[in-house]
């Protein structure tokens, strides 16, 4: 195949992949890191040059086709092939004692770890929450529990880990007046909870950083991002476990969307919280 053939099955194949996206030319220019211009100079018939082999690599790994596909050297996209053995369905989740979460963590060693809590991050958490949250699952014992949720604890403790959380400050204010499923945890232990917030936020910064967001403005699933492995998204008794590029990227970028409006920073987090203790009712 000569230059001027790649080019024009290179632009043939470049249409396909938007038309298959669904996206406007002006989304999936911005997908691709791309402006709109090189775009369509891409897409154009008087084009007589490829673009830059970074572009070319950028666009297979961000839509999960292989570089040769684009190229015409290749009939195989490997879109199915490469998409479906990356996504892995877990059972038996729900639980802080989950060696998965540990072995997770473990291997996202060094990378910054963005985590979506269902309530409050699990080695935040008092052995009366934690009592409370499980006392009518399944599984591990209460003890076992705090166990795992202090061994998560000693983890952020480590100079290597970044930690960063992302969660609706709704959810801390609703805890703070028990209400909703914390409409029979008493005071007492709810006022205790907060004050450990506090203060493990203060000794923590900045290797874990709590941010909040408003849940009226903003609204996210409980999920994990661990550094480039792979992110878990929890729905009750399962994981959801992304391994590829695309995916693990396109939920960091929604975790740094949270971070951007949060209304809470980390650095007032300690603050926020002693503020709550007085609406313990």
Known sequence: MDKRQTVDVFRQRLAELIARTGLSRSRFAASAGLDRSTLSQLLSESAVRLPRAETIAALAERHNVSVDWLLGLSQKDKVAAEIVP???????????????LT???E??????????????????????????????RPGPT??????????????????????????????????????????????????????????????????????LYDGLEHFSVPYTVFG????AIYIGDMYFVFTSTAHIRELTRHFDSLIRHARIQPHD?????????????
């Open 142 to 211: 209460t003890d076992e529990r705090e166990e795992d949720a202090q061994s998560e604890l000693a983890y952020s403790r480590r100079p290597e880990t970044d930690i960063e959380v992302c969660s609706a400050y709704q959810m801390i204010e609703g805890f703070a007046r028990g209400e909703g499923i914390w409409a029979r945890f008493p005071a007492a232990d709810r006022r205790e909870q907060l004050e450990r917030i506090a203060r493990l936020s203060d000794e923590l910064y900045p290797t874990f950083r709590w941010f």
């Open 269 to 281: 987090c300690a603050a926020y919280m002693d503020g709550l203790i007085g609406k313990v009712g």
């Open 86 to 100: 990356q996504l892995e369905i877990e059972t038996g989740a729900g639980s802080p004692a989950d060696q998965r």
């Open 228 to 231: 480039p492995k792979r992110a």
């Open 107 to 136: 291997e996202a060693a060094g990378f910054k770890i963005r985590h979506v809590p269902t309530t409050i991050p699990d080695f935040l958490k008092t052995r009366a929450v934690i009592g409370y949250e499980y006392l009518r």
């Open 103 to 105: 072995r997770w963590r």
